[in-house]
């Protein structure tokens, strides 16, 4: 298959991914994007566009240096996909989406503490909340790699969640499962605050999904 071929393929999928987000509610309009590791830098979903009138050829190439090869603009946020990249070796694709829950929490500037033990499934004993920035900034970019140091996945202040994967179907899977999690602890804390797990309660999770579905990512250590 030739490399064309391959980015061609690649951008019928993130497509179809975005417009999975938006039947998963997880997006609307044109908020939320995503995009995948390609050719030497990355395909990534355009600016102000909904997925429903977007077509594969729109999807955006982008190379590391941020200079971009499309008939549209990049999403916006095209640093913080590309700075993910750049730092972290096992993303092979990232999702940003709006989602009702995750971001109603972020807007709490709230991490997600161990309440249920399918918080080991990002990495850690917790999904933390990235410092508020404005949108597109580099420094938005710094604290999201900040919060996801030793995550898959954090929320953003005011904004939404970001979740990472080896490829799209992961890093969708990841975000959906995202967006329960934040629906579940915002239910659990009315009236009052859940029981959460031990320290021992969620290291045992986490070795458990260090060989869950024999394929995850490599579970980065935690700072």
């Known amino acids: 298959m030739s490399k064309e071929t391959s980015k061609d393929a690649l951008a019928d999928e993130l497509l179809a991914t975005t417009r999975a987000l938006k039947a998963h509610r997880l997006n609307t309009g044109a908020s939320g ?4 590791r390609c050719d030497g830098g990355f395909l990534v ?5 909904p997925p429903e009138q977007c077509a594969a050829a729109d999807m955006v190439w982008m190379g590391m240096d941020g200079v971009s090869d499309g008939r549209l603009a990049p ?8 700075d993910i990249y750049a730092d972290i070796p096992d993303a092979g694709a990232v999702i940003h989406a709006h989602s009702p829950f995750a971001t109603a929490l972020a807007c709490q500037r709230a991490d ?5 033990y399918m918080i080991a499934l990002f990495g850690g004993d917790s999904v933390r909340c990235a410092a508020y920035a404005t949108f597109g900034t580099e420094a938005l ?3 999201a790699l900040a919060a996801l140091a030793g995550r898959n ?6 904004h939404g969640m970001l979740a990472y994967g080896r490829d799209l179907a992961h890093a969708r899977a990841q975000a959906v499962e995202l967006e329960a999690l934040c629906e579940q602890y915002w239910r659990a804390r009315q009236p009052v605050p859940p029981v959460l797990l ?3 309660d969620m290291a045992d999770a986490l070795e458990c999904f260090r060989h869950y579905g024999g394929r995850g990512l490599k579970q980065q250590s935690s700072n």
């Open 45 to 49: 979903t355009p600016s102000g566009l």
């Open 112 to 116: 997600i503490p161990p309440f249920h």
């Open 153 to 158: 996945a954090c929320l953003l202040a005011n």
């Open 75 to 82: 999403s916006t946020e095209w640093r913080i996909h590309r």
């Open 198 to 200: 031990s320290e021992k």
């Open 141 to 143: 970019s710094k604290n």
């Open 33 to 36: 994007n995503a995009s995948a």
